[in-house]
């Protein structure tokens, strides 16, 4: 364990579960980071605290829903007030309605959109708000492969995903205008293992699962961890994500046909859902869930295609030590042959 001398402070929205769960986890634990923890449920905050606690980080409640730009903006100025200046904004609270969109009432669009949308929008701000008199700081904003290729099934959360990505090119374009020190990177994510699918509201015949491969979210936290200690404008986490990002862009129209015979059985599992679970979509579910969902049997704990892009310039290097030394022996050989 290795802590910094002068703990960064870290604000993680929807870090009570998943992800975000993960996440304030790993940054407890590999650096002592002091974390404010922003979500709805009040169980699973304070389970969230113990564990910062527990690995050697501090943590604050911060108890609100994004959606209410005004909460989030009274969260970052405790935050401040604290823990001190926020080096590092992560966006992670998501929700979703598992349903086709005929049967997703307007409302439910406009819910999710407040959330993993709005509420992005709403955490920017905020940091920007206390970042740019310092002309410093990294927002985070956690993404998906759903950014760029839209699935059956959750065109609400697909959606939202689509607009974040349209206000970071944004976002860059400003920040490079402004010439500002600020860092702003977008993490695009696979299939995980977390709770979402137990708690998003769904109008699904089966339970609903993510389409394998599946992650484990502490491969998402890994890759949010390097993101927030790099200049990068976008990461890619898990080979599935490069296909269906590289794919869409090069074949749109087959993704249609392919998730069109294929997306709707795939995100669903042989068991018969319950329609009367509670959902997560207005209110907070109570408990405390954790970072994981049920599908650890099924769950991939690394992915290659990540580590090799963390260590991209390490690679980079051994392959040009390896092309020469290859071209080396082979004019050796050519030499010795004459």
């Given at each position: 364990?290795?802590?910094?001398?002068?703990?960064?402070?870290?604000?993680?929205?929807?870090?009570?579960?998943?992800?975000?769960?993960a996440?304030?986890?790993?940054?407890a634990?590999?650096?002592?980071?002091?974390?404010?923890?922003?979500?709805?449920?009040?169980?699973?905050?304070?389970?969230?605290?113990?564990?910062?606690?527990?690995?050697?980080?501090?943590?604050?409640?911060?108890?609100?829903?994004?959606?209410?730009?005004?909460?989030?903006?009274?969260?970052?100025?405790?935050?401040?007030r604290?823990?001190?200046?926020?080096?590092?904004?992560?966006?992670?609270?998501?929700?979703?309605v598992?349903?086709?969109?005929?049967?997703?009432?307007?409302?439910?669009?406009?819910?999710?959109?407040?959330?993993c949308?709005?509420?992005?929008?709403?955490?920017?701000?905020a940091?920007l708000?206390?970042?740019?008199?310092?002309n410093?700081?990294?927002?985070?904003?956690?993404g998906?492969?759903?950014?760029?290729?839209?699935?059956?099934?959750q065109?609400?959360?697909?959606?939202?995903?689509?607009?974040i990505?349209g206000?970071?090119?944004?976002?860059?374009?400003e920040?490079?205008?402004?010439?500002?020190?600020?860092?702003?990177?977008?993490?695009?994510?696979?299939?995980?293992?977390?709770?979402?699918?137990?708690?998003?509201?769904?109008?699904?015949s089966?339970?609903?699962?993510?389409?394998?491969?599946?992650?484990?979210?502490e491969?998402?936290?890994?890759?949010?961890?390097?993101?927030?200690?790099?200049?990068?404008?976008?990461i890619?986490v898990?080979?599935?994500?490069?296909?269906?990002?590289?794919?869409?862009?090069?074949f749109?129209?087959?993704?249609d046909?392919?998730?069109?015979?294929?997306?709707?059985?795939?995100?669903?599992?042989?068991?018969?859902?319950?329609?009367?679970?509670?959902?997560?979509l207005?209110?907070?579910?109570?408990?405390?869930?954790?970072?994981?969902?049920?599908?650890?049997?099924?769950?991939?704990?690394?992915?290659?295609q990540?580590?090799?892009?963390?260590?991209?310039?390490r690679?980079?290097?051994?392959?040009?030590?390896?092309?020469?030394?290859?071209?080396?022996?082979?004019?050796?050989?050519?030499?010795s042959?004459?």
């Amino acid at each position: 364990m290795h802590h910094q001398q002068k703990p960064r402070v870290i604000v993680i929205t929807g870090a009570t579960a998943g992800v975000g769960r993960a996440t304030a986890r790993m940054l407890a634990e590999t650096e002592g980071a002091h974390i404010g923890l922003l979500a709805r449920g009040r169980d699973a905050l304070e389970g969230t605290k113990r564990d910062v606690e527990a690995r050697g980080g501090k943590a604050i409640i911060l108890q609100c829903d994004i959606a209410d730009a005004d909460a989030v903006e009274a969260a970052a100025e405790r935050v401040e007030r604290e823990l001190g200046a926020i080096d590092v904004w992560i966006n992670v609270a998501m929700t979703s309605v598992f349903a086709f969109i005929k049967d997703t009432t307007p409302n439910e669009f406009k819910r999710v959109t407040e959330v993993c949308y709005l509420g992005y929008v709403h955490g920017t701000l905020a940091a920007l708000k206390r970042m740019r008199p310092r002309n410093r700081g990294h927002i985070i904003q956690v993404g998906s492969a759903l950014a760029y290729r839209g699935i059956p099934l959750q065109a609400a959360y697909c959606a939202s995903k689509h607009a974040i990505q349209g206000f970071m090119d944004s976002l860059q374009a400003e920040l490079i205008y402004e010439k500002s020190r600020i860092v702003a990177t977008m993490v695009q994510m696979p299939a995980l293992n977390t709770p979402q699918f137990d708690w998003c509201k769904s109008r699904l015949s089966n339970r609903a699962q993510p389409v394998p491969p599946i992650f484990q979210p502490e491969v998402a936290a890994r890759a949010i961890v390097f993101a927030s200690k790099s200049s990068r404008r976008e990461i890619y986490v898990g080979l599935p994500t490069v296909i269906a990002i590289i794919g869409n862009k090069l074949f749109p129209r087959l993704g249609d046909l392919y998730l069109g015979r294929t997306g709707v059985q795939g995100q669903q599992t042989n068991e018969k859902a319950d329609p009367t679970r509670p959902n997560n979509l207005y209110e907070p579910v109570g408990g405390d869930p954790g970072a994981h969902g049920r599908f650890d049997a099924r769950a991939r704990s690394s992915s290659l295609q990540l580590a090799l892009d963390m260590n991209r310039g390490r690679v980079a290097a051994g392959l040009l030590a390896a092309t020469a030394g290859l071209l080396g022996a082979l004019a050796l050989t050519a030499r010795s042959n004459k």
